[in-house]
């Protein structure tokens, strides 16, 4: 086992090597596959004979491993068991022993644990943790309070359910009583060692995790841990929401300390306990507003406390939203004070923000931006004063608006030298004339009818944008994100004059104005009115179109190293959004865009760095795609194939899924050519195992899979790849999370090749089935087989029919198909509800009850029940299309990124009819095609009408037929 241990340590330290890491990588998940491999990364992570930074490396590398490996879609583990049970024996223990950095990974790997353990198939846990606290040892709590903190705030977002409750009582019957024991013993740990820093430091450390532990134990209901202690618990809080010891005080003014997150967090958990609970906490928030008061009139302007002050900030702002709390703020001279001491100060641009506008651009747009998560002191104040205008909305207009003017006034008097005054007098106009907040789409969408939102552009700021020269650029930022933040109340008409002084100020040679122009040129594209017409029409920004993406892409490209091509992904989503409304006026400009995208994939795929950035870029390819292929399908499959080629040899897995998806959408885009030859190469080596095996790649495989099939059906067919294929189908099967994926597949090969081709797999196609059917039956796996079942029954133009689908049933297993169509096919059709699958369902049965010899001689009741379950598809309506025409807005900030899978919003499949022969009319065709039927077979179908159908089926039927 040592030497095994040392070449694993070896390899973890190449993973660190520039150089030679993406070997390591690669060696490092072969490695996995071995029996064992997990507890040798713990045997590193653990032990002190190796360097630090190899043992970080094997406790990341352990904490991947988990997150792959730990559990399959269905929860069953994919470990050995004996594996499971060290690592849920030995991982607590560990992390009280190591290193802080180390601990945080090990933290996230039980967190992964627990999220499909905890608490059945790990009831053990707390009473683990529980019985590693120590009250005199800060460094051993730390480790086990990060492992609760880790498992416990999952509970934050989750809905109200039985079970969630269930799993939080669990934890508080036993860890209730030791935290608050734990508690009290720090507070007394921290008065003995307030000399000693390096105690003290570790004492806060804790102190930090367990104010964030009273949030997560009290997130989802009051704990009668609280409940039964209120008053020592309010004691312990305020106590530290104060405390101040020269030890604590961090030597940057940029970084804040542990005292200030401690602070911080003690101020989050007491604006949950107003918010949710003031019934029990309400007795004590005046001591806290008074604290947050005097923690705002005297705390220093320094970075360092901005997280302290947008945190005291919330908390003011929740209790303004409590009547009884409000009335504090009711006259004139308390919101002078107010907004003189608290408000201003924090509005205010302050010489930081300065410094990061020039020095880090992107990070002050992204700290900036409306709907950011980040805590600024401008954004708390903002949503302060809103809070409380929305109490006393007129008495906060009048005296904001007096502040307001007086620094336009002091702006007048010298523009050159009072610059900041206008910035601040535009944020305080703003925060009195916004109600709510901003959405992602529209902006602000409801505003003061104190104040007007036009007037106050058209004689502040309309100027700033028309200016060339003298203005610090701080203000032109202030005049365009006013437009975005009220783009919703602004009229078409006002847009119509304003847009293009947006679009000139994408050539601004300032990082900060040209991004704000770009995000706010993009939004106003986005935008629809009430009746879904766009605000900007596309023939407004067609003839820019050329000029406006050649601008773009240079901006984005003007530093050629990729992390700052893909820095920026305003400037990235801009391109995306101009390409979606321009639609097919971009093939004129199909070479530049082309060169463009591909010039940027080539520098990013080097090293992704920035996921937003590179959804937007893949977004705008397919974008491009989508508009532009079909006029120049060959190009586009040539142009593109090399750089897409060169992701999947450098194996850049976050690229792949998008990759498939534009390799897919390319083929799609031109569906009756052949298979050019460089698809036919891809063939194999998609077909390979390890290319199955990140699941955010599954999706996009079988699209493009399902879109190679039908051009490349006879090439498939030569190199006997049908196998291959269908053994994916079988490997997608065995799981729910991948079994329609499955289908997916197998109905592209069934759609593409003669009942001939596949008839020797049938059989053991529809056995797999069955024992899936069988042992695990899901809702969508049963829909997703009678979906199936019609698509196959319907195919005659292929050789395929029901009768064809009952004989490879019936070798399964003999009289098989009885059953399945009974209790399966007939009552399930019904619940299909999207309108294509109805269709293939009728379509399926008319041909049954029209050709089927089955169904005519064996299944003699049979026709008569198909006959009915087609009425009923008929008579009761399918659910209405929606418009596959618009690219739906996705909120890009809600998507989880990385290993899973992103769907590209511009090429989403779009539903194709497999049966255009049928017409609208679906019952006219149905009547016309049995007609037809019964006079080919000597009036066989009339015959059985009459002699198989009740009185009610036989009349509506007839009523198709003689239509």
Known sequence: MAANLGAVAQLLEASLDPRQNKQAELTLRQEEKKPGFSLSLLQITASADYPYNTRLASALCFKNLIRRNWVDEDGNYKLPQDEVITIKRELINLMTNVPGGIQTQLGEAASVIADSDFWERWDTLVADLVSRLDPKNPAANIGVLTVAHSIFRRWRPLFRSDELFTEILHVLSTFSTPYLALFEGLDAFIEENKNDKEKLTQAFTQLNLMVKLMYDLNCQDLSPMVEDNVQSIANLLLKYLVYDNQLLHTDDDTESGVLEFVRAGIFEVSTLFVQKYSDVFGPHVDQFVANSWNL???????????????????????????????????????????????????????????????????????????????????????????????????????????????????????????????????????????????????????????????????????????????????????????????????????????????????????????????????????????????????????????????????????????????????????????????????????????????????????????????????????????????????????????????????????????????????????????????????????????????????????????????????????????????????????????ESHGFDLLEAVVGSFPSSALEQYFTPIIQVIMTRLQNSKTENLQLRFVRFYHFVSARDDQGYSADFFIQVTDKVQSELFTPVYLNIILPESQKLARPLDRKTAVVSFTKTLATSEAFANRYKKGWGFTCEALLKLLELPPLPTTGDDIIAEHDVDDMAFGVGFTPLNTVRPRPKDPWPETGPELKAWVGKYLKEADSKNGGRVSGFVQERLSPEAQKVLVSYMTA
């Not at 990070?363 to 002191?377: A, V, Y």
């Not at 028309?466 to 203000?475: C, D, F, M, R, T």
């Not at 063939?683 to 099939?709: F, Y």
């Open 296 to 738: 705002l009139t005297t705390v220093g302007q320094e970075t360092k406390y901005d997280i302290l002050v947008s945190k005291a900030l919330q908390f003011l702002t929740s209790t303004t939203g409590i009547p009884e709390h409000a009335k504090l703020f009711e006259n004139e001279s308390t919101l002078s004070q107010v907004i003189e001491k608290v408000v201003l100060p924090n509005i205010a641009l302050r010489e930081s923000d300065e410094e990061l506008f020039e020095d880090e651009p992107i990070e002050f747009i992204r700290r900036d931006l409306e709907g950011s998560d980040s805590d600024t002191r401008r954004r708390a104040a903002t949503d302060f004063v809103r809070q409380l205008s929305t109490k006393f909305e007129e008495l906060v207009t009048k005296t904001v608006l007096q502040y307001t003017n007086h620094y336009l006034a002091e702006y007048s008097k010298d523009p050159a030298s009072n610059w900041k005054s206008k910035d601040t007098a535009t944020y305080l106009f703003s925060a009195i004339a916004a109600k709510g907040a901003a959405t992602a789409t529209h902006g602000i969408t409801s505003i003061s009818k104190h104040v007007d939102i036009a007037n106050f552009f058209q004689n502040n700021l309309a100027s700033d944008l028309v200016n060339e020269s003298g203005l610090h650029p701080i203000l032109k930022v202030d005049a365009i994100k006013y437009l975005y933040l009220f783009r919703g109340i602004i009229t078409p008409a006002q847009w119509q004059e304003v847009f293009p002084m947006l679009v000139k100020h994408l050539g601004s040679s300032n990082y900060v104005v040209y991004t704000y122009a770009a995000i706010a040129v993009e939004r106003v594209l986005a935008f629809h009115d009430a009746n879904g017409q766009p605000i900007v029409s596309a023939a407004n920004i067609t003839p820019l179109a050329k000029d406006l993406l050649q601008h773009l892409f240079q901006l984005v490209e003007k530093d050629p190293s990729p992390p700052k091509v893909q820095e920026n992904e305003f400037l990235m989503k801009c391109v995306m959004r101009v390409l979606i409304v321009i639609k097919e006026a971009v093939v004129p400009h199909t070479d530049t865009v082309l060169e463009h995208l591909i010039k940027i994939t080539r520098i990013i795929s080097a090293n992704p760095s920035n996921p937003r950035f590179y959804y937007y870029h893949f977004e705008s390819m397919g974008a491009f795609i989508r508009f532009s292929a079909p006029a120049n399908p060959e190009k586009l499959e040539q142009a593109f194939y090399a750089p897409f080629a060169e992701v999947l040899q450098a194996d850049v897995q976050e690229f792949m899924p998008y990759v498939f998806q534009l390799f897919a959408a390319l083929l799609e885009a031109n569906p009756s050519a052949t298979l050019p030859e460089y698809y036919q190469n891809l063939i194999a080596p998609i077909l390979m195992p390890v290319m199955w095996e990140s699941k955010g790649n599954i999706p996009a495989l079988v699209r493009l899979l399902s879109a190679i099939i039908p051009r490349g059906a006879q090439f498939i067919l030569q190199n006997n790849q049908i196998e291959p294929i269908l053994g994916i189908f079988q490997k997608l099967l065995s799981t729910k999370a991948n």
